[in-house]
């Protein structure tokens, strides 16, 4: 697990704050990070020379870099007290800062590991949590009519295919799908976390069988030529433990939609 906060951010969330706590109200990095975005927009012309506008920039973009750090913290029930920071700031620049060197990194050493602890027990709980959300699930489809393979993956055919061959792991198909998560409440989302028949470019997408997610794999050897499948196919059979960080949270059970529409299609400008 990587720390959400890098050592060597540290000087850039004291630039951030002391830029943020100009007014003195606010722990909001969050909000102040807006509020100086507001700010820049309004003074752009203000500036003096290219030198003192392209400062400003590249503080404005450590402060919304910073600004998600800290949010992130704020996640985990960590939050670092802005005087303070600002307080270490100032002493630096005036040279008389009250710790050694080997005190800051020693301190920073120590913060990082912590941050990295709340971060692991987070990831653990959400993970227990997803557990049993994607059992909860299954058992209801189960019930629905979905039919369970001996390795875990439910499925139901929704509609009959028109071809009788199947793919096997060697071949190219040619599909259309969406895949969803399990919500909060123990349902199928509304929204997929990913599709191909969204936005302009919604075009069958095509791979060899043997190069995507096992479950994936066992399911449209099930398939026919214009059928179409719901799979729920539990992490075992997707991305396990580890998820797809920013995407898919750890030991997710995946919904998917699939339609097969070809095997081995000669067609390559699906791609």
């Known amino acids: 697990m990587k720390p959400v906060l890098k050592l060597t951010a540290i000087a850039a969330t004291i630039i951030a704050l002391t830029a943020?706590?100009?007014?003195?109200?606010?722990?909001d990095?969050?909000?102040?990070?807006?509020?100086?975005k507001v700010e820049q927009t309004a003074s752009s012309a203000s500036f003096s020379s290219d030198a003192q506008k392209q400062s400003y920039a590249y503080g404005d973009q450590i402060g919304?870099?910073?600004?998600?750090?800290?949010?992130k913290q704020n996640e985990l029930g960590l939050q670092l007290d802005a005087k303070s920071v600002i307080d270490g700031f100032n002493d630096a620049l005036n040279d008389k800062s009250k710790l050694s060197q080997e005190e800051v990194e020693k301190t920073?050493?120590?913060?990082?590991?912590?941050?990295n602890e709340l971060a692991k027990k987070k990831t653990e709980e959400m993970s227990s949590k997803n557990i049993k959300l994607g059992?909860?699930?299954?058992?209801?489809?189960?019930?629905d009519g979905f039919t369970k393979t001996n390795s875990g993956l439910v499925y139901k055919e929704t509609q009959k295919g028109s071809g009788t061959e199947k793919p096997s792991d060697n071949d190219t198909v040619?599909?259309?799908y969406s895949g969803y998560l399990i919500d909060e409440n123990g349902k199928k989302s509304s929204e997929p976390f990913d599709t191909n028949l969204?936005?302009?470019?919604?075009?069958?997408?095509?791979?060899?069988?043997?190069?995507?997610?096992?479950?994936?794999?066992?399911?449209?050897?099930l398939m026919t030529p214009g059928s179409k499948f719901e799979f729920v196919i539990p992490a075992k059979l997707a991305y396990g433990e580890q998820g797809v960080p920013?995407?898919?949270p750890p030991n997710s059970t995946l919904i998917f939609d699939v339609e097969l529409l070809k095997v081995n299609p000669t067609d390559k400008s699906t791609n």
């Open 20 to 27: 943020c706590n100009k007014d003195n109200t606010s722990n």
């Open 246 to 248: 920013g995407h898919i």
């Open 108 to 115: 920073l050493k120590d913060l990082d590991q912590k941050i």
């Open 135 to 143: 059992e909860q699930y299954e058992a209801e489809m189960l019930k």
């Open 64 to 71: 919304t870099m910073v600004a998600t750090s800290l949010k």
């Open 29 to 36: 990095t969050t909000k102040k990070s807006e509020d100086t």
């Open 174 to 176: 040619s599909v259309n």
């Open 198 to 221: 969204k936005g302009n470019n919604n075009k069958p997408i095509q791979f060899k069988l043997n190069q995507v997610i096992p479950g994936w794999q066992e399911g449209l050897k």
